[in-house]
């Protein structure tokens, strides 16, 4: 579903002619704020979120204007998309969400894709760059099993992973 989500944002982008008519001014992840294509990282640790404040500008007038971002990396990713929203011309907004990093991400260089865009104009797409650490010495338990054997005794198993 998600990879669908992605395919269907590019292919909307291939197709396009005219940029959609919004500006991008200012955008901060975790209250860091972050400049796009930049070689510098943000180190964030896994296991969190990624607290996204985008800041944009309306240049005319759009309708069903839509913020996607994704935290792409090698096998994992996450992502996250804003309500349509209908933009004025000459009007600063900003908006807010939030992207759940599992326990188990891996350490290493991440790219944050944001998208904005509507139906009927060209994406606009922005790259900055992450780089998410693994928690060190952190365990997971996912399962809990407890057995009554009687007279007041009980024994216990646990599904432990260790993802640090």
Known sequence: MKRIALIMIMLMAAVMVNAVDVGITQTKVNGVELLPNSPLQL????????????????LAAAENVEVFARLSGNDESAQKTIPLLDVQSQTKYTR??????????????????LFVGDK????????????????RHHLVVSDVLVRSMGNGYATASARIRNVG
């Open 120 to 135: 009927s104009s060209e994406v606009i797409l922005e790259t900055y760059n992450l780089a998410i650490r693994g928690k």
């Open 96 to 113: 807010t969400l939030s992207l759940e990093l599992p326990d188990d991400f891996t350490s290493d260089s991440y790219q944050l894709l």
């Open 43 to 58: 180190d964030i640790e896994s296991g969190g979120s990624l607290d996204l404040e985008i800041e944009f500008v309306g």
